[in-house]
């Protein structure tokens, strides 16, 4: 029996998404059963099925079942991608968690979100803080929308959604902002009941990551980070440091992957 799905999008991700599936591999007090479902264009930077399946033995540990991957000979927008993968979750699957190739979920990650959206109170998980990393300027700034029931304002990393919710997001075609489109999607499925977003205001995000540098949801982000204005603000305001928060070894991979920002191809093709 799957209990829940792990979706994630993969696009010119050959030097990055290792650290998604790391942060998966890496979870703790996981009691239910997961489905991993990938879907990737295949390009000259393509992480490819052979190296996912490399890390299949841990993620089995921690409660994956089985990976489902789906290679795309043309690309498609991200919100074309995501509508694909809800509509591929298990029939039984009751929680389905969004993971982009450039994040490392913190290690309660799908306890703490499967246990919360088991109960019929909620249907959407947001999380109000995300540290990111820039690969650019080595520099970590802490992504904090002004999280309001009342307007949306943003979204931060994390997100998870009732897997029968998610089956009822409209395909979304179009390229930029896909948060703020499911968000709305999210009032109209829901006549507008918003109180039934759960809002995590844990400390648990300072394990996790965010990196900007080597996916292509936002070329935007490159720009956001020299200005620093809200959202986005230094992590010395929250006292953060990802040296005290993350284990070592993903630190000086990461500090690895900066030698391939020159042969990354952006593009602002797979915008949120």
Known sequence: ???????????????????????????????????????????????????????????????????????????????????????????????????????????????????????????????????????????????????????????SSWRAFKTDFARQIPLMSRLRLLDRQTFHRYCEVSNGNRKKIYLDRSESWRFGLNVNGLNNLSLNRNRKFKEENPPLYPASRFNYDMIDCLPEDIITKLHNCRKHLKGHKTGDLQCR
């Open 1 to 155: 029996m799957i209990d829940a799905s792990v979706v994630m999008p993969l696009y010119r991700a050959e030097h990055i998404a290792w650290l998604a599936l790391e942060g998966l591999a890496r979870q703790k007090n996981v009691d239910f059963t997961w489905e991993l479902i990938i879907a990737e264009e295949q390009n000259d930077e393509t992480f490819g099925l052979r190296r996912i399946q490399k890390y299949y033995e841990r993620l089995k540990k921690v409660g994956c079942v089985w990976i489902k991957y789906f290679k795309l000979d043309d690309w498609i927008p991200l919100g074309t991608k995501q509508h694909l993968m809800f509509q591929e979750c298990h029939k039984r699957s009751i929680v389905v968690f969004f993971n982009a190739a450039d994040l490392f979920s913190y290690p309660t990650r799908l306890k703490e979100q499967f246990d919360t959206l088991s109960n019929e109170k909620y249907d959407w998980y947001r999380c109000l803080k995300a540290p990111i990393y820039d690969l650019h300027s080595q520099k970590t700034l802490v992504h904090a929308p002004d999280i309001s029931l009342r307007k949306y304002r943003g979204d």
